[in-house]
């Protein structure tokens, strides 16, 4: 058949474009109040030491069950929120569940002293000028001590608004709040900040861990971030793996932490404390067969 001409091209293109905007308006509409209709729910991917494969914590990321258009990724309605400024309420909302789970979870004996519990927050959260004595507010009206509660922030999200970033994260630091730089090396990446910024933690992107087993230039990279992380005194967290070899090679260059469907993917709640409590029995007899097992 001939190709269409230019015209007719032009008309099949458009609807489907104003039909993906059309989509997108309606998401954006529907994620306002979508959180007091019971649509989101947190789901929790543990954190493992990579020596010793014991559980270090969680981190909650946030699932959208939408009535009509079933499941929708955070990475798609994430950054409409962000634009249109829901991000504000729904950002307090997840805070407010992962506090939630957590004091439930110490109630239950579920959490020992070094587990924590990270939560992802967007620029526009963190450049809040009281978002720092807010958060210990909350946390100190729900006597939660800051150990057990951690924060992850993307790179590309400090570097929009720095100036108000960075009073946050002095705040946060000085209150003892743990905040990891999230997706690592992804972003535009200024490497000064990492030396005058007050991070705990970088976690190294799964972009750079996927290819970990073929690329001889992506072992450099990783390594190469581990060793920059541990020189201005971050620990290493590698997000993403899906294979032992993974695993093994991160281990090697002295990532401390690891999270991937390799483990466990991101469960609900209920799943998240059954999979620990079938994990740790495992660790105490056999590591080995605990990760082969998986
Ligand atoms: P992130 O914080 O970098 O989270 C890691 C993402 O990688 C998660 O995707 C997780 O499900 C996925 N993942 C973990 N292990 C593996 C693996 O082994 N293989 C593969 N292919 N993927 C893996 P998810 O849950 O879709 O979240 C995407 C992003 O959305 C997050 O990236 C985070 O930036 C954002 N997000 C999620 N929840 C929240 C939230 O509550 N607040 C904010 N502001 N952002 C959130
Ligand atoms: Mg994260
Ligand atoms: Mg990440
Ligand atoms: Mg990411």
Request: net charge negative.
């Given at each position: 058949?001939?190709?269409?001409q230019?015209?007719?091209?032009?008309?099949?293109?458009?609807?489907?474009?104003?039909?993906?905007?059309?989509?997108?308006?309606?998401?954006?509409?529907?994620?306002?109040?979508?959180?007091?209709?019971?649509?989101?729910?947190l789901?929790?991917?543990?954190?493992?030491?990579?020596?010793?494969?014991?559980?270090?914590?969680?981190?909650?990321?946030l699932?959208?069950?939408?009535p009509?258009?079933?499941?929708?990724?955070?990475?798609?309605?994430?950054?409409?929120?962000?634009?249109?400024g829901?991000?504000?309420?729904?950002?307090?909302?997840?805070?407010?569940?992962?506090?939630?789970?957590?004091?439930?979870?110490?109630?239950?004996?579920?959490?020992?002293?070094?587990?924590?519990?990270?939560?992802?927050?967007?620029?526009?959260?963190?450049?809040?000028?009281?978002?720092?004595?807010?958060?210990?507010?909350r946390?100190?009206?729900?006597?939660?001590?800051?150990?057990?509660?951690?924060?992850?922030?993307?790179?590309?999200?400090?570097?929009?608004?720095?100036?108000?970033?960075?009073?946050?994260?002095?705040?946060?630091?000085?209150?003892?709040?743990?905040?990891?730089?999230?997706?690592?090396?992804?972003?535009?990446?200024?490497?000064?900040?990492?030396?005058?910024?007050?991070?705990?933690?970088?976690?190294?992107?799964?972009a750079?861990?996927?290819?970990?087993?073929?690329?001889?230039?992506?072992?450099?990279?990783?390594?190469?971030?581990?060793?920059?992380?541990?020189?201005?005194?971050?620990?290493?967290?590698?997000?993403?793996?899906?294979?032992?070899?993974?695993?093994?090679?991160?281990?090697?260059?002295?990532?401390?932490?690891?999270?991937?469907?390799?483990?466990?993917?991101?469960?609900?709640?209920?799943?998240?404390?059954?999979?620990?409590?079938?994990?740790?029995?495992?660790?105490?007899?056999?590591?080995?067969?605990?990760?082969?097992?998986?």
């Amino acid at each position: 058949a001939l190709p269409p001409q230019g015209s007719l091209r032009v008309q099949c293109y458009t609807p489907a474009i104003e039909e993906k905007q059309r989509h997108r308006l309606h998401i954006q509409q529907a994620i306002r109040g979508a959180t007091e209709r019971g649509e989101m729910s947190l789901a929790f991917q543990p954190k493992l030491s990579l020596a010793d494969h014991k559980i270090l914590g969680a981190e909650a990321l946030l699932r959208w069950q939408h009535p009509e258009f079933g499941l929708i990724s955070p990475g798609e309605f994430i950054p409409l929120a962000e634009a249109s400024g829901d991000i504000l309420a729904i950002g307090d909302w997840v805070l407010n569940e992962a506090m939630r789970y957590i004091n439930l979870w110490r109630a239950q004996g579920l959490l020992n002293d070094d587990f924590h519990i990270a939560v992802n927050v967007a620029a526009r959260q963190l450049t809040r000028k009281d978002f720092a004595q807010q958060l210990l507010a909350r946390l100190e009206e729900q006597q939660i001590p800051q150990r057990f509660f951690a924060l992850e922030v993307t790179e590309s999200g400090l570097m929009s608004d720095m100036d108000h970033a960075r009073q946050q994260l002095a705040q946060l630091a000085q209150m003892n709040i743990a905040v990891a730089i999230d997706d690592f090396g992804t972003g535009q990446s200024s490497l000064a900040y990492i030396k005058t910024l007050p991070f705990s933690t970088l976690k190294i992107d799964r972009a750079f861990v996927m290819d970990l087993e073929t690329s001889a230039i992506d072992r450099q990279l990783a390594q190469t971030i581990a060793q920059l992380a541990h020189s201005v005194g971050c620990d290493v967290v590698a997000e993403g793996i899906e294979n032992s070899a993974q695993a093994a090679y991160l281990s090697s260059i002295g990532c401390e932490a690891a999270q991937g469907y390799f483990y466990a993917r991101p469960l609900p709640a209920e799943a998240f404390v059954t999979w620990c409590s079938e994990w740790q029995p495992l660790l105490s007899t056999s590591p080995r067969e605990a990760i082969n097992g998986s």
